[in-house]
Each structure stands twice: as structure tokens, then as C-alpha cells.
């Protein structure tokens, strides 16, 4: 009796399924500090810019221009996680489509502030929390790729 799954047609072992699941983890826990990284570098700077121009810190941005804040914060965490993406190897469709699960939940959540459904206390919170679900959730769409091996994802994305 062969224990396995199948996977676009080839049997996997249980020792492979490990293996593969490791590997998306580890990208999971990659992309995850990178965007932790992008949220700490970039918004210092995003910080500095708004308090050149408006004269006032954070708490301010993120409650008296709740879109900019959001934007930024979706930018700040995006770019980095984009970068690693490419140096793994993912193509620019890859990117762009996870670059758009972050925006696109920015969107979701700018609607219902604009509709004053959500409070500026709740935006940004809610956007930090929910962009990591929103992450993963693109990856585990194209588990193949992201636990697959460096590189594979490019080759893949090249593939008639």
C-alpha cells in the first residue's frame, strides 16, 4: 500500500509532504519579518515625513489622516515583502498579485471608515492584524509554489 498525496500528478511521500510544508512555513516566517521590518524601517521614515509636513507624530496621522496612514502602512509592509518575493525567485505576477491581496484589504477596510461603519481608532489595527491572514491566504492558493524549492516559482511561472 503506497502512502502519499497526489500533487499535479506525482505521488508525494509523507517524508516529502514534510519537507514541503516546512519550506512554506519558513517562507511564511521570511515574508512575516520582512514585513515586520518594512512596518519598523519604512515607517520611521514615514513618521519623520509626516511630522515635516503636518508637525505632528504618528498618533496624529493615523487618527487625523487615517487614508495616508493606512496607505503607508500598506506600502511600508508590501515593498520589503515584494523584495523577498523577488529574490526567491517568485515572478512579477506573483508579486503584483500579492501586492494587490494587501492593497486590495487596505480598500476593504477604507470603505466601511468612509461609510463611518468603522471608527479611525479601528482601521489601522484592524489592517495590521488581518494582513498576515491575508498574506498567508494568498500563499496557501499557490502552496505549490511557495513550497517548493528557491528558484522553482520563476521557472514555474515561465512554464507554457
Not at 515625513?49 to 508590501?78: C, K, P, Q, R, Y
Not at 491575508?134 to 522553482?152: S, W
Request: hydrophobic share 55%; charged share 15%.
Amino acid at each position: 500500500m503506497r502512502v502519499g498525496a497526489v500533487i499535479h500528478g506525482t505521488a508525494v511521500s509523507g517524508g516529502e509532504r514534510g519537507q514541503r510544508l516546512k519550506r512554506f512555513v519558513r517562507h511564511v516566517i521570511e515574508m512575516t519579518v520582512a514585513m515586520l521590518l518594512g512596518m519598523a524601517v519604512l515607517g520611521t521614515t514615514f513618521r519623520a515625513i509626516h511630522l515635516a509636513v503636518f508637525g505632528s507624530g504618528f498618533d496624529a496621522a493615523w487618527h487625523e489622516h487615517t487614508e495616508l496612514a493606512v496607505f503607508a502602512m500598506t506600502f511600508n509592509m508590501t515593498l520589503p515583502m515584494v523584495a523577498l518575493m523577488r529574490y526567491r525567485g517568485h515572478g512579477w505576477e506573483r508579486c503584483a498579485e500579492m501586492a494587490a491581496a494587501m492593497f486590495g484589504l487596505a480598500f476593504a477596510l477604507l470603505v466601511p471608515f468612509w461609510l463611518g461603519a468603522l471608527s479611525a481608532d479601528a482601521v489601522l489595527p484592524l489592517e495590521m492584524a488581518l494582513m498576515l491572514p491575508a498574506m498567508i491566504a494568498v500563499m496557501a492558493l499557490r502552496f505549490d509554489e511557495y513550497a517548493g524549492p528557491r528558484g522553482a516559482s520563476a521557472s514555474a511561472e515561465r512554464a507554457p
